[in-house]
Nanobody, 123 residues
Framework: VQLQACGGGLVQGGDALTLSCVAS????????VSWFRQSPGKEREFVAA????????YYHNSVKDRFTISRDNDKRTVYLQMNNLRPEDTAVYYC?????????????????WGQGTQVTVSS
């Protein structure tokens, strides 16, 4: 499966932004999809995950009450709705996919990656 992330931009603190991850290739519903982020000098960090049909979702504690992950398999797209953005959310955001929902949240367990989209939050 090929992934393409888009929707990043420059926003102010407190603003909202929605990222999209569009897939092509094999059956999209066979893949669990997650969002990760990476800021300069830091390791890539798990943000949120959604299971194959969208029934199960999992979030990093730092975004749990502000971000929402969802998916539309008919559109082959996963979304990350980000509300009340903070300067510390500034990073390149990546979407990733794998077939095993239960493999944990480390980036090395994902087989497919999008190219990343920059999110910058000013204070």
């Amino acid at each position: 499966v090929q992934l393409q992330a888009c929707g990043g931009g420059l926003v102010q603190g407190g603003d909202a932004l929605t990222l999209s991850c569009v897939a092509s290739g094999r059956t999209f519903s066979a893949y669990a999809v997650s969002w990760f982020r990476q800021s300069p000098g830091k390791e890539r960090e798990f943000v949120a995950a959604v299971s194959y049909g969208g029934a199960n979702r999992y979030y990093h504690n730092s975004v749990k009450d502000r971000f929402t992950i969802s998916r539309d398999n008919d559109k082959r797209t996963v979304y990350l709705q980000m509300n009340n953005l903070r300067p510390e959310d500034t990073a390149v955001y990546y979407c990733a996919a794998r077939t095993d929902w239960y493999a944990g949240s480390t980036s090395t367990t994902y087989d497919y990656w999008g190219q990343g989209t920059q999110v910058t939050v000013s204070s």
